[in-house]
């Protein structure tokens, strides 16, 4: 089960969905979020901050060492931002920040092509997923880069 969270980013400007894989973490050890604008002026702290396309993520570690104190797998592994966001303790919801919104804006507008043309409705679906994958590993989003 996942838990959803939303956040502002510092100036205020976006806002950014996140999920808490197992609810292992609650959603305060998300400190502050910085979208590409904001985040030009902070001071990078790779100890506590995740950087994914322009977007940072801090988090607040000690909330994290807490929490992990009640789940034995989490305890044998050394925590650090990047196990938390690629773990999906405490990540995007979806592939970037928004991502749930634009998918269902999209799939919207494919859907709404099953009722003027439903081959070409069946076409696009089927590469539709494919197709944005392709697109957000351009981008360079992290999630959209594993394996
Ligand atoms: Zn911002």
């Not at 950014?16 to 702290?45: G, H, K, L, Q, T």
């Not at 000690?62 to 797998?73: C, E, G, I, N, Y």
Request: proline share 5%.
């Amino acid at each position: 089960m996942c838990m959803e969270y939303s956040m502002k980013c510092m100036c205020n400007s976006r806002e950014a969905s996140f999920n808490f894989r197992e609810e292992i973490m609650p959603p305060e050890v998300i400190s502050r979020v910085y979208c590409p604008e904001c985040s030009r002026e902070i001071s990078f702290d790779p100890d506590s901050m995740l950087a994914d396309n322009g977007w940072v993520i801090e988090y607040d570690m000690d909330v994290a060492r807490f929490s992990a104190l009640k789940t034995p797998h989490l305890l044998k592994e050394e925590l650090t931002p990047a196990l938390l966001f690629d773990e999906g303790y405490a990540t995007w919801r979806g592939v970037y920040p928004g991502d749930h919104i634009d998918s269902a804006r999209e799939r919207e507008e494919i859907v709404a092509l099953a009722r003027t043309d439903p081959r070409a409705y069946l076409e696009r679906i089927k590469s539709w997923g494919i197709k944005r994958m392709e697109r957000l590993r351009q981008e360079g989003w992290r999630k959209a880069n594993e394996g």
